[in-house]
């Protein structure tokens, strides 16, 4: 005896905007509804455009009925302000794996527009250095991200010769230190003071 016929929609594609409301309301002209969920982000709370509806009724045959009817007559048709694709569903096997796809695709989009914006914010601080301390090579450009980025306090850069002049902020002399000493000798500072000069500019 093979499994019963299913009874169960998943419908795709939905707008974020779209509340259960008016799926619901089309739905309902197909047949009785026992169940339905709209899914949610669990980290914003924000629907991600998947419903599933379990359609009931006095006899299994007639919500498998619904249930078929409700596929046929829903599937690419506009819900709200977006087009959608229905699935036939059976204890939600379906449902799930559309909910696992569509999880994963979202979190992949936020993820490339986060990298973005870091590689954009990067760029403009770069850009910011350079035009502050008069850079004029990426050697000292790297030499001052370094020193602000794990120091912390950086005043001012400016070229000394062969070297980079660095002008810390009160405090973060300590941290200067701990920088000199995790250095190579090529980078290291020649001493560590409020200023001090890194060997290497343009070499």
Known sequence: MGPPPPREIVICHLSPLTTPAPVLQQCRAFGAIDASELKVDPQTGESIGIMWVCFGGPRLDDASEAA??????????????????????HDRKVYVQQYRALLKERYARKHQARAREREHEQKRLR???????????????????????????????????????LTWGAGAISRAYALSRSRSAATRPRRVRRTCVVRGRGA
């Open 68 to 89: 078929s009817n409700a596929r046929r007559a829903l599937d690419g048709q506009r819900i709200g302000p977006a087009f959608v694709q229905v699935f036939l569903d």
């Open 127 to 165: 850009e910011e250095l350079r035009e502050r301390f008069a850079l004029t090579d990426d050697r000292a450009l790297c030499l001052v991200e370094d020193a602000r980025a794990e120091c912390g306090g950086l005043a001012r850069g400016e070229g000394v010769g062969h070297g980079l002049s």
